[in-house]
């Protein structure tokens, strides 16, 4: 990126040069300079003929590009001799250049080396400081809403002396800067020194066309348009005084079948000095993509006219046979007020070649991506209009504003544009309001005004009562679509967001950013490829993207105290690498319907470093993959993970979701021929994940997850060896990964063992056992299945697991959206009662299914049972259940779990009975 951030201004950059008349300023264009006394224009001219040929050396070739494209100016402290010397700035080059000996020093500017990594790029604006007590050189530099003091001559330790927010001033005493009006308490674009008044320094600060005379000691002492605050001012040049349009945005052309779509990133606030662009091939009344580009940064050339903006080291999504390394464009300035100039050309080149060019290409828009957005609500519930930041505590020196979903991507640069928004009536419906993952994902194809099965920028959102396979107190939102052609969908649910608040605008930002194939922060490793960390292995992280719960940027914030300290210190953002992601990633890796999920959600090469073991594990953790060892052909693969205490460290506070879907657990499958892939899971949920404390009395949290089928489909298709390895992402960022673990997939034996597994295996009845059942017609196929493996099988004992599914959908309602209105599909209890008692009953010795499913399936009949008034049987099914269990010969703890769970059911059902809670009415 380039270390100084380029302005719309008509001038590059600004330098106040005293004469021996008084105070003066050089206002500096491509090749020409301005130069204004208090009250009059005392030259215009050729930058090497400012004030008599004092920087004639300018002139030579080997310092053109200081005249030509100059970024900044410094006035540096008087030669030893008394002569004047300036510092010339462009890109990451400097000149130091003395008054009566010329140009005598060109090299790297020093002080980027030395700068912390933020400051080393898109910094707004510089001023010369004085000197230190030891005579040292110091300089303010100005970005965002802080400024940071340099000191050039002092060790690289020691070089960062201050950095404050800008109202605090450049130096500690500095009041008059607390008195700065809003709109120029951050992102200014040029400070020039003033004469002082009675000792006190006074600066010139530009932003755009507006400026402020400011006294350091007193405040503001004049404001408004630049060339009215000094007689001096008003006589710029028209030139000098023009503002420009930015030239960042989206720029479209096609040339003999070939459309690209260019995004230009290198001018105004949060650039990031990248160019990218997609290509597309048009023929007939089609079109079709074919590959996108990304430079590795942007250098750009400004003259009086036009910007020359050039990309190299460019990365493709699909490298060519003699790939293209530069891109380059000409756009031609534009005065603000008028229409936005085409860019001339784009050219796609390497040192020796053109390969592609376009012509006349209109910037079609100012963001980088724009997204269709449709808002469906369910009746009773209300999406989010607006949030304003005033209403909490916000990070020192952030401008507070009201906030909206499509506004805080426009801060990104990608544009929401709404597209519809319905209610859903309820009308006639009787149902408590919790959605299951089969529903959402129907509701979404039903519903769904946009959904085509294609890549395309269009995105659906449900604002709904709760999410129904979890804890619906603790799921926030989900970004649920990960079948066929992903991210299309989110849900939010207002059971566990409170209406106006911050939290719920990050929900829906934060599954949104899901959506654009974005992890969480402290995720990133498990993206393909991996993606860098941010802090604290992305617990630091201040971003959308984050849990405010698991925030551990503020180490004196209690665990409790984690999201207050979040919010405390969240500036409303992603971070940069996330709005990279956005507005640069390759088409397939970010547009809704690309590639799946956390494919593409990072620019390095794949690594298998997230699963291997940690050189040392301090953590006092252990993770281990259990459960049986082999399975029969097409019988669902259910691993059991165990996550338990070592020890060593006493009591541990763990995540107790191991469920890859909460996002703590990730799982790698390597299968008979030796590759390796990633679980992922059909649904992600985010939400208020709390911790739990391990102890002597309870040492270890288990979970039973179904790894046989996922977002890449089937898992374990085919009979022989498989390898699970599982790594845990502990709270204070320890990453737990547990020994490899083997297990088979037998051959079948006859042939009815292999048309059940026939009939258990296919994407249907794949998403069928992961959603426990669902009455979506699409998947009507793998319900069939499901259903003759009942009946012509069913004293199989991978009957039970046919029976599990359908029983678990029979004993819940399943509400549809049609025409506009919820319809809900009653519980058949009878049936439910028959199918999961059988499954139930099959499972009791070694086969069928594991102890953890048939735990969680027990107390799903207790519930059934219990729905349809029949509490004695419901209470006979949790007896049965604690005898089961002692009966398997369980370790103490593990038995004394499970009769608190009996309990807790038990407790539930009869409470939810006597007191007669209604459900809520549509």
Known sequence: MAFLRHKSTGFRCAVACPTGQGWSAMFLRPGSAAGISETTLLFDAATHEAYGGQFADLAKYEYQDFKLYPEAVLQLPDHTDGAKQYLFITGAESLLYRVGTGAVKREPLAMRAWLPAEWKNNVDALLQAPNSSANEWRTYLFKGSRVMTYNGGASSSAAVEREALITEGPDADAPGWAKLPADFQSDLDHVVALPPASDVRRSLLIKGAKGIVLNWRTGVEKSGAVTSLTTGLGKLPTTYTTQYLPVSGTYRATNLGLTVEARVDVDGVGTLSTISGDLFTESGGTTAYSNSFRSAGAEVQWTGTYMVVTGKGLAWATPPTRPATIVQLLIPLTAAGQPASAAQWLYLEDETYYYDNWRDMPRVSTYFHTVDYEVDTVAGESALVSYDTSKAAVPPGYANRTLTVPSSFAEAGIELRTSGSNVISLSGADTDLLWSKAELHAAMVANFSGYRDVPQWKLWTLVAGGYADGDSKKIAGTMFDSIGLQRQGIAVFMECNTPGTN??????????????????????????????????????????????????????????????????????????????????????????????????????????????????????????????????????????????????????????????????????????????????????????????????????????????????????????????????????????????????????????????????????????????????????????????????????????????????????????????????????????????????????????????????????????????????????????????????????????????QAQKTRATIHQGKTKAMPRRKK
Not at 551 to 575: C, H, I, K, L, N
Not at 735 to 755: M, N
């Open 503 to 900: 939290d719920e605008l990050h929900t829906y930002v934060h599954e949104l950013g899901h959506a654009f194939n974005l992890l969480h922060s402290f995720s990133k490793g498990a993206a393909s490829p991996p993606a860098p960390s941010g802090p604290l292995g992305g617990y630091g992280d201040l971003s959308w993207m984050q849990y405010p719960h698991l925030y551990q940027g503020d180490s004196s914030a209690a665990v409790d105290e984690r999201a207050a300290a979040f919010f405390r210190a969240f500036p409303f953002r992603f971070t940069d690498d996330e709005v990279r992601h956005l507005r640069h990633g390759f088409y397939r890796n970010v547009v809704m319907g690309g590639n799946d999920f956390v494919t593409g959600a990072a620019k390095e090469q794949p690594s298998m470093e997230l699963l291997t073991q940690p050189l040392t594990d301090e953590s006092g953790l252990v993770l281990a993959v259990e459960g049986q060892a082999a399975f029969e052909y097409g019988e669902p693969v259910v691993a059991q993970f165990k996550l338990g205490r070592t020890g060593s460290h006493g009591d541990i506070a763990v995540l107790p979701e191991l469920d890859p879907e909460a996002g703590h657990v990730t799982v790698a499958i390597t299968d008979p021929y030796n590759q390796t892939r990633m679980f992922r899971p059909l649904t992600r949920t985010c939400g208020r994940h709390e911790t739990t404390t391990l102890t002597a009395a309870a040492p270890a949290v288990y979970a039973s997850v179904y790894l046989g089928y996922g977002a890449d489909g089937l898992y374990f298709s085919e009979p022989g060896l498989y390898k699970l390895t599982a790594a845990y992402q502990a709270p204070d960022g320890s990453r737990v990964v547990s020994a490899p673990r083997t297990i088979r997939v037998r051959q079948p034996l006859v042939r009815d063992d292999q048309r059940i597994g026939e009939l258990l295996m296919g994407d249907d009845q794949g998403q069928l056992l992961t959603f426990l059942g669902s009455d979506a017609p699409q998947l009507k196929g793998g319900n069939d299945a499901l259903q003759e493996v009942i009946e012509r099988y069913g004293d199989h004992p991978l009957a039970a697991h046919a029976r599990l599914a359908r029983g678990a959908n029979a004993g819940r309602h399943f509400q549809h959206i049609r025409d506009g209105r919820l319809v809900v599909r009653e519980p058949d209890i009878k049936e439910s009662v028959q199918q999961l008692g059988a499954a139930i009953n099959a499972s009791t010795g070694d086969a069928g299914l594991d102890n953890i499913t048939l735990n969680k399936a027990m107390r799903r009949l207790a519930r059934v049972h219990a729905k349809d008034g029949n509490l004695t049987e419901a209470d006979a099914v949790l007896d049965k259940m604690v005898r089961t269990f002692q009966g398997k010969g369980l370790p103490a703890s593990v038995q004394k779990t499970i009769q608190a």
